[in-house]
């Protein structure tokens, strides 16, 4: 009986020696490792907020860099030991591969945002054209960036789609022109007809002195003569200009007795004489 106890002792003994060290050296590589762990994460915050990332962004990117990392330190801890982690990475990885299949829109469409936030080719309260929508930025997601159109229509376009293709952005340089043109018979004043418009833009006073307006020629029409009235505005005040200077200018050239023609065609007969 004496003999069996003391061989007990014996293998408790040697699996103290043999597992003891070990778990003692795996709980101060834990420790160890946690506060790393918790330094790198705190740095990682630091430097997303310098470089003014979207808070939802910095939230999400930091939980998921500390759980990658507490991961990382579990499986190295537990090989200290001796557990074998090949199976489990394995499992691990093919349960990582199944879900991103799964979830892969979803997946681009997060890493769109995150690209999005993080080089900033647009921001909220920004006019821009994306997908063929163009629209104010309302709000910018993860997954998604919401548009208010013209229309008050909100436009919801996946980040994956925005990130992907061109963005035409109006407000970033701060000035915007606003595009117009008017038709006028061939009969009236070109001189006459441009001193009106010109008036019309420098007085309206959502129109910018610099860069200065512009009214000239563009083109000679079937039925008109095209000019281009191109001043310019905060992209704010963009819808606000086009609308009113299109009035304005049509009720000035009535005024003026400058004639806006609507198309025409002439059309000549010839009377063939019978022999």
Do not use: C
Not at 82 to 105: D, K, P, R, Y
Not at 133 to 143: A, D, N, Q, S, Y
Not at 170 to 193: L, P, Q
Request: proline share 4%; aromatic share 8%.
């Amino acid at each position: 009986m004496n003999e069996q106890v003391n061989e007990y002792l014996e293998m408790a003994y040697d699996l103290l020696i043999t597992y003891g060290l070990k778990v003692i050296a795996a709980i101060i590589v834990l420790i160890l490792g946690l506060w790393v762990i918790k330094i790198i994460t705190r740095r990682t915050a630091k430097v997303m907020e310098k470089r003014d990332i979207n808070v939802s962004v910095r939230g999400f990117l930091r939980s998921l860099i500390n759980i990658l990392l507490k991961v990382m330190l579990l499986i190295s801890i537990a090989k200290m030991v001796g557990i074998e982690t090949t199976s489990f990475i394995a499992v691990l990885g093919a349960a990582g591969l199944a879900v991103g299949m799964a979830l892969q829109g979803t997946l681009s469409n997060f890493a769109g945002g995150v690209m999005i936030l993080i080089f900033k080719p647009f921001k909220v309260g920004d006019l821009i054209v994306s997908q063929g929508h163009l629209g104010t930025v309302k709000e910018i997601h993860i997954f998604v960036t919401i548009l208010l159109t013209p229309e008050n229509k909100t436009v919801i376009l996946p980040n994956a789609a925005v990130s992907s293709n061109d963005i035409v952005n109006y407000t970033t340089e701060g000035v915007i022109r606003v595009d117009m043109d008017f038709g006028i018979s061939y009969d009236s004043d070109i001189k006459k007809a441009k001193n009106v418009l010109m008036k019309i833009i420098e007085n309206h006073p959502s129109v910018l002195k610099d860069p200065a307006p512009f009214v000239g020629v563009k083109g000679l029409g079937d039925s008109s003569i095209d000019l281009a009235v191109r001043p310019y505005t905060k992209p704010t005040d963009y819808w606000k200009v086009y609308f009113e200077v299109y009035e304005a200018g049509k009720i000035a050239l009535d005024e003026a007795g400058i004639t806006i023609p609507f198309p025409q065609m002439d059309v000549h007969l010839n009377k063939l004489e019978k022999k």
